[in-house]
């Protein structure tokens, strides 16, 4: 039996969500890069997985800025690591193309920013089988996304044999997707699933002669109540 953890990114300079008008918080200086406080939680995650496995076998990430500066935190952790996998197929869907433009106000009002994203993947895979969702300007089908995420799903699940283990960084969508896929949820139901992901969480998958199975999702009590928590969502 093999195991692959799923990481979701650090928080993200707002850049990294194309938010017109917001100063760089990259604590790199890399635009979309982690903030201090992303920094912070890939550290902690990578202290979570390095008390429950010796070794990592295979490390997997998108190009994203926010991806690989989180793939770096946690295996800093790790005595012995493998070389990095960068693999776009794990990138996030495309913003803003598929929200269009938002200010620094807009994106700090959370919960309207959050129905403004909900809405608009609800018409993103609406559009999906309509003659014109290939130049709708989001940049990828729904239909495309979905397969690219299933294709990357199964190559981390080929690297996790018996006594392996995968670390896969990427984003809410992404991992909501495949996690949705492998649950049987409705296209339409899947963005309820990323929309609970916190930053830096956890999802814990199990690879063995009946497939791929979850066993934990979106873990992340290791980012609670530390100097009042730094648990966030975006």
């Not at 392996?164 to 963005?191: E, F, H, K, Y």
């Amino acid at each position: 039996m093999g195991v692959i953890y799923l990481v979701r990114h650090g928080q993200a300079d707002p850049q990294a969500y194309g938010i017109v008008g917001s100063q760089d918080s990259s604590a790199s200086g890399e635009v979309g890069g982690l903030t201090p406080t992303g920094i912070v939680q890939a550290g902690l995650t990578g202290d979570l997985l390095a008390a429950q496995t010796a070794r990592i076998t295979t490390a997997i990430c998108g190009d994203l800025p926010r991806q690989r500066d989180t793939l770096a935190g946690v295996l800093s952790r790790f005595d012995d690591t493998p070389e990095a996998v960068i693999d776009p197929r794990w990138n996030e869907y495309a913003l803003p193309a598929l929200v269009g433009e938002a200010s620094a106000a807009e994106f700090a009002d959370g919960r309207n920013y959050q129905k403004r994203l909900d809405d608009s993947l609800s018409a993103w895979i609406d559009r999906d089988d309509t003659p014109d969702a290939a130049h709708d300007g989001s940049g990828e089908t729904y239909r495309a996304f979905r397969e690219r995420v299933d294709a990357a799903g199964h190559d981390a699940a080929a690297h996790a044999g018996s006594g392996q283990t995968v670390l896969v960084v990427s984003s809410a969508g992404v991992i909501a997707q495949w996690i949705a896929d492998l649950w049987d949820v409705p296209s339409q139901r899947w963005p309820a699933v990323a929309r609970a992901m916190i930053n830096a969480s956890v999802t814990k998958l199990i690879v063995g002669r009946r497939g791929v199975s979850v066993v934990s999702f979106n873990e992340h009590t290791h980012l609670d109540d530390r100097d009042g928590g730094v648990a966030t969502f975006r």
